[in-house]
C-alpha cells in the first residue's frame, strides 16, 4: 500500500558530506511525520531528524549544527544533508513516515529498506 525508496547511502571520507533522499508513494491520503533513523552496529535504533506531525523538526543531538532536512509535501520526499561527518555516523539509515493511508482507518508507520552509509578513510 505505501512503499518508501531510499538512495544516497555509500562510503564517505571522515569531513566529508551526503544527501539522503527518501520518496513515498502508494495510496497515502496525507502524511502526519517523516524523517530518518540510524541503526549502528549493536546499538538501538535513533532518530536522526525528522518532521513532526505540527511541522517542526527534530535533530539528534550528535547532528545538530551540522545536518539539514527538508521536505517537499507535494512530492512526498524527504532529504537529508549531513556534513562533517565522522566514523561514529556509521549506520544503515532508516527512511519512515506516519501516514494516513486509503484503505486504513489508524494511521500506518512505515519503513524503508535503508541504505548504508559508512563513514571511513
Known amino acids: 500500500q505505501v512503499q518508501l525508496v531510499e538512495s544516497g547511502g555509500g562510503l564517505v571520507q571522515p569531513g566529508g558530506s551526503l544527501r539522503l533522499s527518501c520518496t513515498a508513494s502508494?495510496?497515502?491520503?496525507?502524511?502526519?511525520?517523516m524523517g530518518w533513523y540510524r541503526q549502528a552496529p549493536g546499538k538501538q535504533r535513533e532518530l536522526v531528524a525528522g518532521?513532526?506531525?505540527?511541522?517542526?523538526?527534530n535533530f539528534a543531538d550528535s547532528v545538530k549544527g551540522r545536518s539539514a532536512i527538508s521536505r517537499d509535501a507535494a512530492k512526498n520526499t524527504v532529504a537529508l544533508q549531513m556534513n562533517s561527518l565522522k566514523p561514529e555516523d556509521t549506520a544503515v539509515y532508516y527512511c519512515?513516515?506516519?501516514?494516513?493511508?486509503?484503505?486504513?482507518?489508524?494511521?500506518?508507520?512505515?519503513w524503508g529498506q535503508g541504505t548504508l552509509v559508512t563513514v571511513s578513510s
Open positions: 519512515n513516515i506516519v501516514a494516513t493511508v486509503r484503505g486504513i482507518s489508524r494511521l500506518l508507520e512505515v
Open positions: 502508494g495510496n497515502i491520503l496525507s502524511i502526519n511525520s
Open positions: 518532521f513532526t506531525s505540527g511541522g517542526r523538526t
